[in-house]
């Protein structure tokens, strides 16, 4: 059973930062890729960034591209989300996931969430403004 846990959401003001953490526990081969998504009330899950195992190729949609920066940490197994300079249109419940299947997309992310294996219970982040 393979989890992913969540944590470091909450409420802040625009312009202000927060620290998302995503912890994998349980058996999985260690060839896998992360990723986080975000949805917002109303909307589909959006993809936000992506990093490969290795830690070496990262990935950020345009629209969190220069304020996010994802990271991830092999020997904690665990995958963060960096926000800075936070808008009120940033406001969602935000998911790790998990993605191994790479021949779906051929490379390390996808940003369609059916391709991902497995996630997290979401973290709630509020940028009031």
């Known amino acids: 059973q393979v989890q992913l846990e969540e944590s470091g959401g909450g409420s802040v003001q625009a312009g202000g930062s927060l620290t998302l953490s995503c912890a994998v526990s349980?058996?999985?081969?260690?060839?896998?890729?992360m990723a986080w998504f975000r949805q917002a009330p109303g909307k589909e899950r959006e993809f936000v960034a992506a990093?490969?195992?290795?830690?070496?190729?990262?990935y950020h949609v345009d629209s969190v591209k220069g304020r996010f920066t994802i990271s991830g940490d092999n020997a904690k197994n665990t995958v963060y989300l960096q926000m800075n300079s936070l808008k009120p249109e940033d406001t969602a419940v935000y998911y790790c996931?998990?993605?191994?299947?790479?021949?779906?997309?051929?490379?390390?992310?996808?940003?369609?969430?059916?391709?991902?294996?497995?996630w997290g219970q979401g973290t709630q982040v509020t940028v009031s403004s």
């Open positions: 996931a998990i993605f191994t299947r790479t021949y779906l997309s051929g490379t390390y992310y996808s940003t369609r969430s059916k391709d991902y294996d497995y």
């Open positions: 349980g058996r999985i081969s260690s060839n896998f890729n």
């Open positions: 990093v490969s195992r290795s830690g070496r190729s990262t």
